[in-house]
């Protein structure tokens, strides 16, 4: 049994639609930032955090990844070159998607209103998410996924990314990439995982 801390409309997203994915029993602590709750785990007050066997994991990407090796799916074996591609494409995901996202949303909704420069920094993000877009349909090969027949943590990760995006109003992706996500939409586990969302 997990404990995942945080709110199914934040990153935790993630780590509930990896969960579910991987049929684990979990409970959910729904918590948001800097509460209680999270603050008792994370001193930093940011989402998510798991509680795995008496130990606090964080950081969405890290807890996904964790939970990937530790029950055998959507991931490719640690040491190959297939888990050093997929590596690859999550870290270029959570730095050039997520990372631009991120400071998107702070100027839309995390910052107090005073601190607030959406429109000001709105040109430097949507250089950086078209730019970071552009070589991602580059990268990505014939098979449905990432990085081959497999889905992984890495479209995990994209297609959250694109939540983000359509909500923040940024450019969407179009072609490949948005093929994949797509077809990660379409999966049991995303629908069941967005239905939670949505009741919480």
Known sequence: MYTLIGSPKSRAFRVLWALEELGLDYD??????????ILAVNPSGKLPALLADGQVITDSVAIIQFLADKHGALTHPAGTL??????????????????????MAK??????????????????????????????????GDG??????????????????SNWMAMIGLE?????????????????????????????
């Open 172 to 200: 969407m992706p179009t072609g490949k990439t948005a093929e994949i996500i797509e077809r990660a939409k379409a999966r049991p586990a995303y629908v069941r995982s967005f239905d939670i969302r949505d009741a919480s």
């Open 82 to 103: 297939q888990r050093a591609h997929q590596d690859s494409f999550t870290q270029m995901l959570s730095d050039e998607l997520d990372g631009t996202c991120w400071v």
């Open 28 to 37: 959910i602590k729904n918590a948001p930032p800097h509460s209680e709750d």
């Open 107 to 140: 100027h839309s909704f995390v910052f107090p209103e005073e601190m607030r420069h959406k429109e000001a920094v709105r040109a430097g993000a949507e250089w950086d998410i078209s730019r970071a877009l552009k070589s991602l349909e580059a990268r990505i």
């Open 144 to 161: 449905p996924w990432l990085t081959g027949d497999t889905f992984t943590v890495a479209d995990l990760v994209l297609t959250h990314c």
